[in-house]
């Protein structure tokens, strides 16, 4: 370009003339308040983010939270490093608390059927309706001192339920029969070898699915030439099967066959060896017999059983969908003969944990709305659970409860039992409350508010609702004036318990401080009772005709805490790729039998009714069996954007920049609405499985991925039998983004490892003395470069090069890291039509392939997290017009939002598709408005955005250590996703710092590569190969 | 780097600005900039030499330099009533906003848009003063627009970013108020520069 006009001067004068011709409609800024601090507490200063411990309550797991805050509003949830549970990660629904903080369903005040009241009338009116007759309380489960405040104001003439649905009575269940202690142990995963789940989702809702993934990642990450090998056993794989090393499929139900198959092959060489009565039970399972009962091949369960002989170094653990059959405290019984025979009992079988958590079971439940239909309680009070939904309608709870004379509702947000209440007092949610919790012997968390209660929404804390209230009921227990008083005189007598030294107002602090107290617990021991191994423990011998199980989506829980949250509904779920709605899983093998087609409706009856669904094909299911997600089918207020599509043929599609109305939104279909309201005979748990009805039908779903509609891949797929039932190809395309290899190949046993070591060639050499030869080998490339951009000099990066380290091996696809990246970086929500046409926002986002294994022919699940790879030669920073991206001297790839005009020339470059566009300007429906971060700027229509690896965070922590006289070191800045990150996949870090994690893992690694290599864009993400036991996963 | 139809450029470009200089201003904001209180930087600023970060506090320590909290207007204005009626009215307003335990709501005059993150912690702590940006407060009784020293626009930063700084152990040479006060020193100190600085030129850094 030496002669006619440069580009920067041709948009000069376009842009010129063009804005004198729009002037008119030119906008401008509107005045701004600037609000002073009345009284400024000593420690607070604007603009720096101030941290507070608490405790999550999004599910009963209890782990640790940090919550960031910003000028007292709270904006982002953490994981405590300190916590012991969940070590300083969280899990995708705990990141979701800020938008049920900030819910738009939240409830603004006291009403009385929408009419307000105030709030000493209410509590007024509840007491005197609690002294006219019994009481029954239908709660959370809390443990820790609410438990106390709660019986000491219900009395006598109370009770209480603690309601959720996830399936830990079977659990305890089972061990009081096979060991005569209703408890459930602390597994401990970190510690065994060979880890063998039946059904249980331990990486998505079964117990603490944070602490589960920091001892997983112990035994399963490739370390010293050793890995841990994990075997799914079930009937649905979930994600959690999907990242196992081997899935095995069995008919429905017949998860305790193979484990007492197991049992029964390793009887001979344990200790139980002499039990006679154990093994004439055991005799009955022999290999032969399991084989035939559950599909699965003897030459696999003989494998399988040798395997698990670890000498107390394996673990069998269960739970999920294998434990909601109705046959739950058996499957139980099972695993636990199965962990005594192979001698795990005091080794990774802990008893003495005293593990608190889930609800009662729901037999309880059952007799409430029994006694509720006959008249026996006066008054029922829920508070945060929601019933009405997440109970099958057999259950009778909605008719139950309207002949409750006083329904009371104390829940944060309105939902759908809320609705069915005469008076609702709502409490404030977690982050602005007090409490504690006690999820496990040792482990006390503390709860302590992050800000003050929300603008305009007149809530009260729960524990001081409850204090008012014992007030009004006369309650000894509720003496203290507030229940912060209350959780610090339990803590006080704690101090004693706990024998710590000192005064209580230094206790008190550092146990704020650090989010708890945390000890240990004694193990205790237990034996096996002959009644685990009586006739009537044998589990079913048969498996059920076609069966319908309602599972765990992993994204929302079966109490439906996160069908309402947008972040939670836009995500991909990691399995199906699927949002904004519910499917229905079905194998290949049993849609072309039932004649299903993939991205089609099927109707679904059962004995509850009768339902459409639209069909996901998918490998990781049984045949015989269709699953349905749990936990949506919920009503989000989301906001609907006017726009000129339909309107007329002549008409271009536009999207007017008018009214935008927020209107609720009901988002898939309750499963809950397709089962039973059976229980478990023995444990009282849900049986979450039905026999069902299948029927396909013509009509399009309108199935949604982030490829677009789920139906656009009925291509050509990789074996005729997927084709039949249009599943399309998942698979990497020869593309490489996943690259695998095997441990053998790891320890250095075969041909691969000599293969070249790819970053070994990638010279950070730090200990030059100039910069100029920080680019010796690349002088020539350099100085062309400098040249043809028109640079003044070439990018040097000085003080930092950030670049990051992506481990597949140990990335599960929780999608915990993309929640985070919406929290923290103000991303926009964009709703299911626009994903259908690729308009999504995620910065960060889990890919999943579905990758034929050359060797045998199976299909294996393969995650790999997505960013903007700050390329060192990328191809959207030349195209760019306007220089509104381009690579500053930390090594970002910088994005100017102002600056952009909107070209999407750069997205059209990126290699890697990593750009996003805001096609409109994307609402945050009041109150998510007042999550949104500061540091980072809410983008407009018309600008691009992508990535930055939280370049607000990178600043914040170079302006501390500059504020500190010192340089950053390395761990101290995290990036949103690496934070958040349960299995610490992500490594992120200065590469010019030879000590930095980031830096020791490029320079040593043997199984590193860089995505899409050919195109030469130099990305500063690398990724580290997934080991494979025997080159083969599930 | 002379270019043919680079004169051009330039004369298309004047001619078009002009044109677009004729319709009303659209650059600055809108609105009601009158403040709740008739505050003068005269009398605080000036007559009683009150230091600006007895005030913005935050100035040294954050980003933000923040308006002083209702508390320290009170702390004062509890027992200074004024003298004259005009100053008597403002003064009473401020002690109604403590009593009734309210924030006063000023309108913001120095503001740069949502996009660009300015730190004030580290313009002053590297040593620049007060009145490079904001220029003599104790001359200006109104904070308005008009008496803005700085347009606080992106040439503005970027211009002070572009030259090299001197700076005497390491922190910029030149006349600093000791307790950013509002009175200049007498004597200029003479300090000898042994150094330079400049900002950063990353867009990103100031662009968040």
């Known amino acids: ?1034 | 780097m002379k270019r043919q139809g680079q004169n051009i450029v330039r004369k298309v470009m004047l001619f078009l600005s002009a044109a677009m200089l004729a319709v009303p201003s659209m650059a600055l904001a809108e609105g009601d900039f009158t403040q709740p209180i008739k505050f003068s930087h005269v009398t605080h600023a000036g007559k009683n030499e009150v230091p600006c970060e007895f005030c913005h506090i935050y100035a040294r320590r954050s980003i933000n330099s923040g308006i002083p909290p209702v508390r320290t207007c009170f702390g004062c204005h509890s027992v200074v009533k004024g003298t004259t009626e005009a100053q008597q009215q403002e003064i009473a307003k401020v002690v109604g906003y403590w009593d009734r335990q309210e924030v006063i709501p000023w309108k913001k005059i120095h503001d740069i848009p949502d996009f660009v993150e300015f730190s004030h912690k580290r313009h002053i702590q590297i040593g620049f003063d007060c009145t490079q940006c904001h220029g003599d407060m104790s001359k200006v009784e109104e904070v308005s627009f008009a008496t803005m020293k700085q347009p606080l626009s992106m040439g503005f930063c970027v211009s002070c970013h572009m030259e090299k700084h001197p700076t005497a152990n390491g922190k910029i040479a030149g006349p600093v108020r000791k307790t950013r006060g509002a009175l200049p020193i007498d004597n200029a100190a003479s300090v000898q520069p042994d150094g330079n600085i400049s900002g950063s030129k990353d867009c990103f850094i100031c662009h968040k």
């Open chain 1, 1 to 1034: 370009m030496t002669k006619g006009i440069n580009r920067r001067d041709f948009f000069k004068v376009a842009a010129v003339s063009g804005a004198a011709a729009a002037v008119a409609g030119c906008g401008s800024d509107p005045v701004e308040t600037i609000i002073p601090m009345l009284v400024p507490p000593s420690e607070y200063q604007p603009g720096v983010v101030f941290n507070f411990a608490s405790t999550c309550t999004e599910c009963s797991g209890g782990c640790g939270l940090v919550i960031k805050t910003r000028e007292g509003r709270a904006i982002k949830a953490e994981g405590n490093p300190l916590h012991p549970l969940n070590r300083g990660s969280i899990c995708p629904q705990g990141q979701s608390s800020m938008q049920a903080m900030y819910s738009p369903s939240r409830s603004k005040g006291p009403n009385q059927q929408g009419a307000p009241v105030k709030w000493d009338e209410g509590i007024a009116a509840l007491a005197t309706a609690m002294k006219g007759g019994k009481t029954l309380y239908i709660g959370k489960p809390r443990s820790g001192s609410f438990k106390k405040l709660l019986a000491g104001v219900l009395g006598t003439d109370g009770s209480s339920l603690q309601f959720e649905m996830s399936p830990y009575a079977s659990i305890a269940k089972g061990n009081e029969i096979a060991f005569g202690t209703a408890e459930v142990p602390q597994y401990a995963i970190g510690e065994a070898k060979v880890l063998v789940s039946f059904g249980a989702d331990f990486m998505e809702s079964w117990m603490n699915s944070q602490a589960n993934l920091r001892d997983y990642t112990k035994m399963h990450a490739f370390s010293h030439g050793q890995k841990g090998k994990f075997i799914h056993v079930s009937t649905h794989q979930s994600m959690t099967g999907s990242n196992a090393d081997q899935w095995l499929s069995v008919k429905p139900g017949q998860e305790a066959q193979v484990a007492l198959g197991m049992a029964a092959a390793l009887l001979p060489g344990s200790a139980m060896a002499g039990n006679e009565g154990l093994k004439s039970y055991l005799s009955g399972f022999s290999l032969e017999k399991v084989s035939e009962r559950t599909g699965v091949s003897v030459k696999v369960l003989e494998e399988l059983a040798k395997d698990f002989a670890q000498g107390g170094a394996s673990l069998a653990i269960a739970g999920g969908n294998a434990q909601s059959t109705g046959e739950g405290a058996k499957l139980q019984v099972a695993v636990n003969l199965l962990n005594v025979v192979a001698g795990n009992l005091g080794k990774t079988v802990l008893f003495g944990a005293e593990t608190q958590m889930g609800g009662d079971s729901l037999s309880k439940m059952a007799d409430a709305i029994k006694q509720m239909a006959a008249g026996a309680y006066q008054v029922v009070v829920i508070e945060n659970v929601n019933p009405a939904y997440a109970l099958p309608k057999g259950a009778g709870f909605a008719e139950a409860l309207a002949k409750v004379p006083m329904v009371v509702s104390l829940s944060t947000e309105e939902d759908e039992t809320s609705a069915l209440a005469h008076m609702h007092l709502p409490t404030s949610h977690t982050v602005e409350s007090w409490g504690d919790l006690n999820p496990r012997k040792g482990i006390h968390s503390l709860i302590q508010p992050a800000m003050a209660k929300l603008p305009g929404y007149e809530t009260l804390e729960l524990g001081d609702l409850l204090l008012a209230l014992g007030k009004q009921l006369g309650a000894a227990e509720a003496s203290a004036a507030t229940y912060q008083d209350y959780i610090k005189a339990a803590w006080m007598g704690y101090q004693k318990d706990w024998a710590v030294a000192g005064p209580f107002e230094a206790f008190w602090k550092k146990s704020l401080q650090q989010g708890g107290h945390f000890g240990e617990f004694a193990p205790k021991s237990v034996s096996l009772q002959s009644s685990a191994y009586a006739a009537e423990m044998a589990p079913k011998a048969e498996a059920a005709g076609l069966t319908l199980l309602a599972v765990n989506s992993s994204m929302h829980d079966a109490n439906g805490a996160g069908g309402n949250r947008s972040w939670l509904l836009e995500i991909p779920h990691p399995v199906t790729q699927l949002v904004w709605d519910s499917w229905l899983e079905v194998h290949p093998d049993t849609a072309v039998e039932l004649g299903l087609k993939h991205g089609n409706f099927a109707e679904v009856k059962t004995a509850a009714g009768t339902q459409k669904l639209g069909v996901f094909v998918n490998y990781g299911i049984a045949r015989g069996v269709v699953a349905v997600p749990t936990g949506l089918g919920r009503n989000i207020p989301f906001p609907t954007y006017i726009s000129t599509r339909g309107k007329s043929l002549l008409m271009p599609h536009v999207e007017m920049a008018a009214d935008v109305t927020i209107k609720p939104l009901q988002v898939g279909l309750s499963a809950a609405q397709l089962l039973d309201f059976k229980l478990d005979p023995l444990s009282g748990d849900l049986v979450f499985t039905t026999a069902v009805e299948v029927k396909a039908t013509d009509e399009d779903a309108y199935m949604v991925t982030p490829e677009g509609t789920a139906k656009h891949h009925d291509i050509a797929a990789l074996s005729l039998e997927y084709t039949k039932a249009n599943m399309g190809d998942r698979s990497l395309k020869g593309r490489g983004f996943v690259k695998m290899t095997s441990v053998e190949a790891m320890q250095g046993h075969s041909e691969e490892h000599d293969l070249e070591h790819h970053l070994r060639h990638r010279h950070y050499e730090t200990t030059l003395p100039d910069n100029t030869s920080f680019y010796q080998e690349r002088a020539a490339d350099v100085a062309y470069h400098v040249e043809w951009s028109k640079r003044d000099k070439p990018v040097y990066y000085e003080s930092h090069k950030w670049e990051m380290a992506v481990d597949l091996d140990r990335c599960i696809g929780c999608s915990a890291c993309v929640v985070a990246c919406y929290a923290e970086n103000n991303v926009s929500v964009v709703g299911k039509e626009r994903m259908s046409k690729g308009r999504e926002m995620a910065w960060i986002h889990i890919a999943r392939y579905q990758e034929p294994n050359h060797e045998t022919g199976e299909l294996e699940t393969y995650f790999t997290p997505q960013m903007c790879g700050q390329c060192a030669n990328a191809g959207c920073e030349p195209v760019c017009p306007v220089y509104a991206t381009y690579h500053n001297d930390e090594g970002i790839n910088a994005m100017i939002y102002n600056r952009c005009v909107g070209t999407r020339y750069c997205a059209n470059n990126c290699a890697y598709k990593q750009r996003r566009f805001n096609w409109r300007t994307y609402e945050f429906p009041a109150p998510l408005h007042m999550q949104l971060n500061p540091a980072v700027t809410v983008r407009e229509k018309g600008v691009m955005e992508k990535c930055n690896f939280c370049f607000s965070r990178v600043r914040a922590g170079k302006d501390l250590a500059k504020d500190q006289g010192r340089e950053v070191f390395d761990g101290e800045i995290l990036t949103a996703c690496q934070e958040t990150c349960p299995t610490d996949a992500i490594s992120f870090g200065n590469i010019k710092d030879s000590k930095a994690k980031v830096t020791q893992i490029k320079t040593t690694t043997n199984r590193g590569y860089t995505q899409l290599d050919e195109v030469n864009y130099l990305p500063a993400v690398t990724y580290l190969k997934k080991i494979n036991h025997d080159n083969k996963k599930a």
